[in-house]
């Protein structure tokens, strides 16, 4: 007597992959949801703990189309406080591969390569925390050549690529060379004491970013990135260069990098910078890397002043 085959289920999709066999341990108790910052300053709508409820509930279609499929950075902080141990960016990541294969694509926007610029040399696939860059080759005035291109699906838009390629063939809206240097003051403009490039996501407290905003244009000039991972040294000098006395580049805390680890990326390329402007010794100017956790909050305001100090010791900090 033949028996029916028993019906594969989204769940058994998703735990069939590895990293996804850990998703009927979630009891949903929101812990996940607590800890992510991406729902407080990103989507609302992001939720690990209702998208492993769609996986359960064979809610294949709302799944694949939930911002949380396709937002999670992999940062781990959830993982940290789960009281099941459970890697969630994990699971996600099963779940998004699952979308992937069905024809969904993501809705985040990619870095776009210039292959005019390319030369090939495969840094931005090196420094990339997902993988998204990747060498090909192809026939170019009949000699073969390589240039890099991107998975769409795995880019996060963090920039680490962006700020690593030596030719600037690497852009994103938003990140750009360009965009990043009109920020920087001219010196026909105000020049400030510091410039201070932040990863906002190092700052988990709205009340942060606003106090950091509100010093006089004079003593603080903000400068966003979406991880420090972007920095380029080259934005740094060009800083100093205008008259800036100082520049401080906040990151997130090490193990707590929203984009897994770009803020060990910029620690490596802004020490070597430390060193060399070190040995200059030119008085009152300094660069300083700070790497803020997410609950030292108010902690931005002590290391402005510090630097604020340390530059302008005859000018009272804010």
Partial sequence: ????????????????????????????????????????????????????????MDMKEEAFESPTTWMCSECDLCYQACPQEIHISQVIAAVKQLAVDAGYTSP???????????SGCGICSMVCPYQAPSLFEKVVDGEIDRFAQ?????????????????????????????EIQSQIPSPDQT???????????????????????????????????????????????????????????CGCKPGECHFKRGNHVAKCKLGLLDTMFKQIQSPHKEIRFVQIGTQERGRIRHEIDEILTAVSPAKEAK
């Fill in 150 to 178: 991107v998975d769409s699906n795995k880019c996060m838009g963090c920039g680490t690529c962006v700020g690593a390629c030596p030719l600037g063939a690497i852009s994103r809206e938003g990140v750009s060379n360009s």
């Fill in 191 to 249: 020049i400030p004491d510091i410039i201070t490039f932040v990863c906002d996501w190092s700052l988990r407290e709205g009340a942060d970013v606003e106090l950091l905003e509100s010093y006089p244009a004079d003593q603080v000039n903000v400068v966003h990135i979406p991880c420090t991972g972007r920095i380029d040294p080259q934005h740094a000098l060009m800083a100093l260069d205008s008259g800036v006395k100082g520049v401080l580049v």
């Fill in 108 to 118: 985040l926007t990619p870095v776009q390569v210039d292959e005019a610029l390319c």
């Fill in 1 to 56: 007597m033949s028996h029916p085959a028993a019906v594969r289920t989204f769940a058994d999709e998703v735990k069939a992959i590895p990293g996804g066999e850990h998703l009927e341990l979630c009891y949903s108790c929101g812990t996940c949801v607590s800890k992510c910052m991406i729902q407080q300053k990103v989507e609302p709508d992001y939720n690990p703990r209702r998208l492993l409820r769609m996986v359960m």
